[in-house]
């Protein structure tokens, strides 16, 4: 094995998740095509073009049941920063929701936010 590429995140609208993910986080979207009555929408960090998020909406009554609890209330990722203070606020000023404001810790400096869904992504910065 070589390294993780992909993973799924449902999600009750590909709009509306694209744009909190581009717009708001800045990530970039990676692919956006439709095949047949299916999109296949992906986004990445820009800084990162190895691992891409799936933006896939939810169809079935279980995978509605996941959107915003696929990590069961723990961080879904965790974005890397090399400016913890200075994204969180960029970020904040785009309207992305932060559960507090950053800390600085001993493994660095970090802060916990919500995507729309409220799916929890932690954002760090390793220590100097």
Request: hydrophobic share 35%; charged share 30%; net charge negative.
């Amino acid at each position: 094995m070589k390294k993780i590429t992909l993973f799924k995140l449902y999600v009750s609208d590909q709009e509306q998740a694209l744009r909190f993910y581009v717009d708001q986080l800045g990530f970039e979207a990676a692919e956006d095509k439709k095949l047949g009555d299916y999109r296949w929408l992906l986004v990445r960090a820009p800084d990162n073009r190895d691992v891409c998020l799936n933006l896939e909406i939810a169809k079935t009554n279980e995978e509605k049941a996941l959107v915003g609890r696929q990590a069961a209330g723990q961080p879904l990722f965790s974005i890397s920063t090399d400016d913890c203070r200075r994204e969180y606020a960029e970020m904040s000023r785009r309207g992305v929701k932060f559960d507090g404001e950053p800390k600085t810790m001993p493994y660095g400096t970090g802060v916990m936010m919500q995507d729309l869904y409220g799916n929890k992504i932690y954002l760090n910065q390793d220590p100097d």
